[in-house]
Every structure is written in C-alpha cells, then in structure tokens.
C-alpha cells in the first residue's frame, strides 16, 4: 500500500513530460515530392487510402488477362512520380525521402513491390537504385515542396 | 444422381433463409445473361460477314487475351545457324536476365542446342525455350496456382503467388525454368523479376499485350525480332488459330514437329527441319 502515492508521482511526471514534448496523438502528415502531371489519376484522399486496393486489381488484370492500361499501372505511378537528381539520374520511389518511402517510413509499412518491380523509369537506365542513395547523400534540392530540402 | 441433387438443393432451400431462396432465380438470370452474350456475338459475327476466328488478331492494350488466339512460334532449323545466338542475347537484354558467372543457375529463358544425329552425323542448331504447351505440366504441379495458362495459351508465373518451391523447373520436360537465385536491381518496368521466384520465356506479353504500332497488326517477342533483324530468320511467331496467318499456313503447308510429341503436351512451339 505504501507504494501507491510513488505511482501517482510517476503519472503525473509521465503526463507533464508529454505535454511538455508536444505528443498530443498528433503528427505532421509527410509532404510527398509533387508528380509531374497536373492531377493524380484519382483524388489525393481516395490515392492515400486506397493506392494498393487499385495496385492489386489492375496487377491481376495485367498478369492473369493481360490488359495494360496505365490508369491505375505501378509503371504509370513510377513514371510520374520518380524524381530526378541534378545530373537528371532518376532516383528509386522507395529511396529514403522519396514519393513512396516518405509515407511508408511515416506509417512504418514494409514496401516490397520494388524487389522485382523497377523502382524508377525506364527511360534512363543510369538510374540510380534505392541501395545507393545512402551512401550518395544526394542533395534533394530538386523536390518542391519537400519539407527538408538542402542538406 | 440427379434426381438426388435435386431434392438436396430443395432441402437446402427450405432449410436456408432468403438468400438461399433466391438461389434458382440467379441461376435462371445468369442462364439467359449466358445464351443472350452467345447470340449478340453470333450476329456481330454475322453483320462483320467474317467467322469468330479471324476476331482474334493482335489486341490492344485495354482488351483481355482471348482463348480465340492461340500463340505459337514455329523454328525452322535448317536456317538457324549454329554458333548464332542472336535470339539469346536479344532475350537477355530485352529483360535484362543479369549473369553472375554461374552458368548452371544463372536465368536463361532461351538456349541454343547443337544436336548431332549419331547414326548419321546430321547436326542440327536450334533454339529451346518454354513451349507454352496446351496441357502444361508445370502448371499442373503448381501447389500455388502460380503456374497458369493465360487465355490465349501463354504459360506464365504469377510472382506474387510463386512460393520458390520449383516443383515446375523439375516437372518442365524441357528445362526451359529458372530460378532466380539473386537480388536483382535493374529490372525493367515490363519485366519484374525478383529473387525467390520461378521465370521463364513470357512469349514477351508485355509486347504483344500492347496497341500495335501504326500500319502493322502486331508486335513480335525479342527473340524473333532479333533472329529476324541480326540472325537467319529461322522464326515465325503468330496466331495458330488464325488460318491466314504465316505461321498457320507454313504449319498446313510444310510437315513439323512438337519436341517431345510423345507426352501429348500439345505445345505452340513447333521445329521444322530437326
């Protein structure tokens, strides 16, 4: 019984800390390096949530009956989504910071596609792959919008 | 045995609720959905004054593959040359199939044969690949479901679903699987291929999948284009069930073979010349 003030201590020290710290349930959404096109091919709020139900109906169409319209295509959102550095490479979607790691890393959900699937456009194959990127540190001035831009 | 189905179902529907009471009206709907579908193709076919067949030319892009075409390669082995790998190399770079040194377990969707008749001395250059059989045996091992047979009889793996376990690459009577045994990094955006999962020739659906391009009626996979562009033009690649297609009617007119006849796997690449 002598024990129960020390844990009423122990809330309330918990409870001050994190309103000191700001950790109200809270945190700021990641801003995603912008696509290329003028709009995604479906609203920002329905893509967020629902990107990989489209990914995985338009992969069964394309692999089992073989139709490969780019609406809703892994190809088509790498295409439009992929960055480029400053001497035009493109940098692997699922490099740190880039359009989909950014969201993956925040929400903490394991991005597997690119083990077969090409991480960046086809166009350029000097691309650069998402196993560089650390250790190239690239200057990420080329993302408008990004919250962190120069190193 | 019927008249046993029968009474079971009646059981069932007057054990089940509503749902299971509207079980025979879906039935009869989707009976008359069915014979309307047969009868609108029937005329179309008939105001187009052509037969059914001759509908199944190269697709575009948002069709699906029909069973109305059936893909098929024919090689003619007395214009491929021995020591030309031509289509080998246009395969390896069109999905770019990365070597590690390891000839035994390094990916090779398609490989150059020389063979030698030992009683006569004959030899004979071909190349072997995936015979996109009818009755293929890779997909009946399949624990998966991986292995599949596409509409217009392409055999394909679905990555997705591929375990790894390669009870395909031991039931393919042709060794015409590999198994990627590497983390790869430059794959093409057409062509995803990943470590832990079966490949082998796709007959380049990506290719043939697409719009064709102005002025022609289709695209050709690598391997023929390459023969035809840097070897011999020992291939042809078109529609079997298409009767006025090329490859149909040097199969009509000029006697051929399936490698392997004997297992009656009724495969769509055919060799002349052997």
Redesign the interface.
């Known amino acids: 019984m002598a024990c129960l003030p020390a844990i009423g201590n122990c809330f309330f020290v918990v409870a001050g800390l994190l309103l000191l710290t700001g950790t109200s349930g809270h945190a700021e959404m990641p801003v995603l390096p912008r696509g290329k096109g003028e709009r995604c091919v479906e609203p920002t709020d329905v893509m967020r949530k629902d990107h990989m139900n489209f990914l995985y109906h338009q992969?069964d169409?394309t692999?089992?009956?073989?139709?490969?319209?780019r609406q809703h295509s892994l190809?088509g959102c790498?295409d439009c989504h992929a960055q480029a550095d400053n001497q035009g490479r493109f940098i692997a979607v699922n490099a740190p910071r880039q359009f989909c790691q950014t969201c993956h890393s925040f929400a903490s959900v394991k991005l597997d596609c690119f083990?077969?699937?090409?991480a960046t456009?086809?166009e350029h194959?000097t691309?650069v792959?998402a196993?560089e990127v650390d250790s190239l540190n690239f200057p990420l001035w080329h993302m408008t919008g990004a919250n962190e831009q120069h190193e | 045995m019927n008249s046993m189905n029968k009474s079971h179902q009646h059981d069932r529907r007057d054990k089940g609720g509503p749902h299971c009471q509207s079980l025979p009206a879906h039935g009869a709907r989707r009976r008359r959905l069915v014979a309307g579908a047969a009868s609108a193709a029937g005329l179309y076919a008939a105001a187009k004054g052509f037969s059914l067949v001759e509908l199944a030319m190269a697709?575009s892009?948002?069709?699906?593959?029909s069973s109305l075409t059936r893909w098929g390669l024919l090689i003619d082995a007395a214009k491929c040359a021995s020591g030309c790998d031509a289509c080998v190399s246009g395969c390896n770079s069109e999905h770019n199939l990365e070597k590690f040194d390891r000839p035994e377990s390094d990916p090779q969707w398609i490989r150059k044969l020389d063979l030698v008749d030992r009683q006569t001395g004959h030899a004979s250059s071909l190349p072997m690949l995936c015979q996109h059989c009818e009755n293929p045996p890779c997909v009946d091992v399949c624990p998966t479901g991986a292995s599949?047979k596409?509409?217009?009889g392409i055999v394909?793996v679905?990555?997705?679903t591929c375990i790894g376990c390669r009870y395909c690459v031991i039931a393919c009577p042709y060794k015409a699987r590999s198994f990627v045994h590497e983390?790869?990094?430059?794959?093409?955006?057409?062509s995803?291929?990943?470590?832990g999962?079966v490949e082998s020739c796709t007959f380049c659906?990506?290719r043939?999948?697409?719009d064709p391009p102005a002025g022609q009626t289709g695209r050709l996979p690598a391997c023929v284009e390459a023969c035809h562009a840097d070897g011999n033009g020992a291939m042809v690649f078109g529609d079997l069930n298409d009767q006025n297609s090329a490859i149909a009617v040097r199969l009509k007119t000029r006697p051929s073979r399936q490698v392997r006849a004997d297992l009656g796997l009724n495969t769509g690449v055919r060799y002349q010349h052997v």
């Open positions: 992969r169409k692999v089992y009956q073989g139709i490969r319209t190809t790498i083990e077969c699937h090409a456009p086809d194959r691309a792959n196993f | 697709k892009a948002d069709q699906a593959a599949f596409r509409a217009d394909l679905d990555k997705h983390t790869l990094h430059n794959q093409k955006s057409y995803p291929r990943g470590k999962t659906v990506h043939i999948d697409q």
